[in-house]
């Protein structure tokens, strides 16, 4: 094969590496012309999100000229966009990976509709998720609501997908299509300054961190609820773009045999339950899954959402995760529960409003996965945390980050403070306070509500939604978490 046959496009979305990428595999694997291009059509990303995608199209874009090949960028409609490259580089094939967020699915029916009627080969390969959603099914033959049979389910059937090796060289068409800058994709306001020495987007960056992993695993069961340590893999926003296969992890972990390694397949299995809920439940990430929400009376409450937004609410492990977020765009797992559950339980304020925030400042922000865990917060999600169950922010910051060390990273107004008063600066003595240059409701704000009253506000609302959304939460299969020895 050579160039003068007709070219095959490749379109990348959020799979953006060359290693075990099925549609570069196949594509390459017939020895004809490939055109790898992305389309920027979507107006919704979050802005970390734009920043890490930018980034990682580079990282990609340069990866692909090692093989002699490039980028080709598009903005626009997808549709129009996928359709005027087949007719100006004259290709005959598309090939994608398939993806399962609502609006991706919703598209590309419609490019495969138009793609066909035109005669040009669609070859769909698998996507980054263990399971394709429509393929398990409860013994009843109802998409999956509790984790748990969802998990074994899947952990049983799940087989890897033979790999797909990066290939060592693509031939390139006779003529290019035309394309879009790519470096204007990127994102180069102030605010991404801590992002940028924090994190390497793209497949090198994703494969450096899981070099890494061995090493986290070995405590993992533990170390994973400890914001105040390098306990967990980091490879969300690499997992959230593609740049490692989730295929890849599944069979490197395999053959470790490290005693956590079932831990943490459990976690990529939360990630496919995500996936699984919102292909079912397409409005996960806008209407309560659990309908009997819907009465919950949500406050409006602005100046409150701005002092959680800016880490200013008086809770030193909030304020840390929340500053943690704005630099870095991440937050650890635990303290995004605790963040998550003071916004809607201490503040009872709604749990999309917290959503919307994290999807603007999450490097990871993945629909499915931010829907589903502010559900599962809230308490109105499947398979949720029980109503009752309200973190509290003080006790929760001693279990998990008893020296203080988080929060003394995130919150230097509060560095020198004493450890016993680190996660209450309220109980420290007024010498202490003076001795750390802490000045409370200057320097750092006081309380923005009384824990204790708060999380009686929210049981009594809770529990005025009607027993009948609280006997179907308390009566919901919690164990797959609840049981956890590190959940709360
Ligand atoms: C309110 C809230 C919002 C969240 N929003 C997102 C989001 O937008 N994108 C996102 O990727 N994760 C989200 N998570 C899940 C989780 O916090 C992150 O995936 C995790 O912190 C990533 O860190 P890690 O890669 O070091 O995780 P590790 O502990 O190393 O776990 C390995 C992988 O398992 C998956 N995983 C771990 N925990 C979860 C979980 N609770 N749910 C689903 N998958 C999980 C992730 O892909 C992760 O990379 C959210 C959690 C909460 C409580």
Redo the contacts with the bound molecule.
């Keep these: 094969m050579n160039r003068t046959h007709p070219p095959i496009l490749i379109w990348l979305r959020r799979d953006l590496r060359l290693d075990d990428n099925p549609a570069i595999f196949h594509a390459a694997k017939t020895g004809r012309p490939v055109i790898p291009f992305f389309v920027d059509d979507d107006k919704h990303l979050g802005g970390a999100a734009r920043w890490w995608r930018g980034r990682s199209l580079l990282a990609l874009d340069s990866a692909l000229r090692s093989l002699g090949s490039h980028l080709v960028v598009r903005r626009g409609d997808a549709l129009d966009q996928v359709m005027s490259l087949a007719q100006e580089s004259g290709a005959t094939a598309l090939h994608f990976n398939r993806r399962l967020e609502p609006r991706g699915l919703a598209i590309d029916a419609k490019v495969v509709t138009a793609a066909r009627a035109a005669g040009i080969e669609i070859v769909e390969h698998h996507g980054n998720r263990l399971h394709d959603p429509w393929t398990l099914k409860t013994l009843k033959g109802d998409p999956f609501r509790v984790f748990t049979p969802f998990w074994r389910r899947l952990a049983e059937s799940y087989q890897p997908p033979a790999p797909c090796p990066a290939p060592t060289a693509l031939t390139a068409p006779s003529t290019w299509p035309g394309a879009s800058d790519l470096a204007a994709l990127e994102e180069h306001a102030p605010w991404t300054a801590g992002m940028t020495t924090q994190w390497r987007p793209g497949e090198a960056g994703a494969q450096a961190m899981l070099q890494r992993l061995p090493e986290?695993l070995a405590d993992?069961g533990t170390a994973?609820d400890r914001p105040d340590i390098e306990g967990?893999?980091?490879?969300?926003?690499h997992?959230?773009w593609g740049e490692i296969s989730v295929h890849a992890l599944w069979r490197q972990l395999s053959q470790e045999g490290s005693p956590s390694q079932n831990g943490?397949l459990r976690?990529?299995g939360?990630?496919d339950?995500?996936s699984h809920l919102l292909y079912h439940f397409p409005r996960l990430p806008v209407d309560n899954w659990n309908r009997q929400f819907d009465a919950f009376p949500y406050r409006s409450a602005p100046t409150q959402l701005a002092a959680w937004q800016k880490g200013l609410t008086g809770y030193p492990i909030v304020d840390a995760g929340m500053r943690e977020l704005w630099t870095t765009g991440?937050?650890?797992?635990r303290v995004?529960?605790i963040?998550?559950s003071f916004l809607i339980k201490d503040l009872l304020l709604d749990w999309r409003d917290?959503?919307k925030w994290?999807?603007d400042t999450?490097v990871?922000?993945?629909l499915a996965?931010?829907a589903?865990?502010?559900q599962?917060?809230a308490g109105s999600g499947a398979d949720a945390a029980p109503y009752f169950r309200v973190f509290n922010p003080i006790t929760q910051g001693i279990k998990f980050d008893p020296e203080g060390t988080y929060v003394r990273r995130w919150l230097p107004e509060l560095a020198k403070l004493p450890t016993h008063a680190i996660h209450e600066p309220s109980t420290a003595s007024l010498s202490e306070l003076s001795a750390a240059h802490v000045s409370l409701g200057r320097s750092y704000p006081l309380p923005l509500v009384d824990h204790a009253k708060a999380r009686l506000r929210a049981l009594a609302t809770l529990k005025a939604l009607g027993t009948a959304a609280a006997a179907e939460l308390a009566t919901t299969d919690v164990s797959s978490r609840q049981n956890s020895p590190n959940l709360i």
């Design positions: 986290k993992y994973r967990t893999s980091r490879l969300s926003p997992l959230a943490y976690e990529l939360w990630r339950f995500n991440w937050m650890h797992n995004r529960m963040t998550a917290g959503e994290f999807w999450l990871d922000a993945d996965q931010n589903g865990n502010w599962w917060v």
